[in-house]
């Protein structure tokens, strides 16, 4: 079956860190786009970061830029997001998803099921 599973996500205090995963099967990742998502309860769903696994460049959003990396490893057909210093305000079910090289998530298509990031203060 082709599917993404999402993994790593836990309850930490702020300041902490979380490695999240998003394991590919039925396909490979090399060559594609991937992006990452969170969503909190009552809230609109955030693009988090991106990587295009063509070239290696990778874009972040504002909140996570200097705190979260995005890597990959072809090896183990998988996608990292390296959060550190977590806060509260990170608080999210995280999604993988595969999109086009533009990075934008607004075309967007296999998606994982999410895994539940929790930062307590």
């Known amino acids: 079956e082709v599917q993404f599973v999402e993994s790593g996500g836990d309850l930490v205090q702020t300041g902490g860190s979380l490695r999240l995963s998003c394991t590919a099967s039925g396909f490979n990742v090399a060559g594609l786009t991937v992006n990452w998502f969170r969503q909190a309860p009552g809230k609109v769903r955030e693009g988090v970061s991106c990587?295009?696994?063509?070239?290696?460049?990778?874009t972040y959003d504002a909140s996570a830029k200097g705190r979260f990396t995005i890597s990959s490893d072809a090896a183990h057909n998988t996608v990292y997001l390296q959060m550190n210093n977590l806060k509260p305000e990170d608080t999210a079910v995280y999604y993988c998803?595969?999109?086009?090289?533009?990075?934008?998530?607004?075309?967007?298509?296999?998606w994982g099921q999410g895994t539940q990031v929790t930062v307590s203060s």
């Open positions: 998803a595969v999109d086009d090289s533009d990075c934008r998530g607004e075309d967007t298509g296999l």
């Open positions: 990587i295009r696994l063509k070239d290696n460049t990778t």
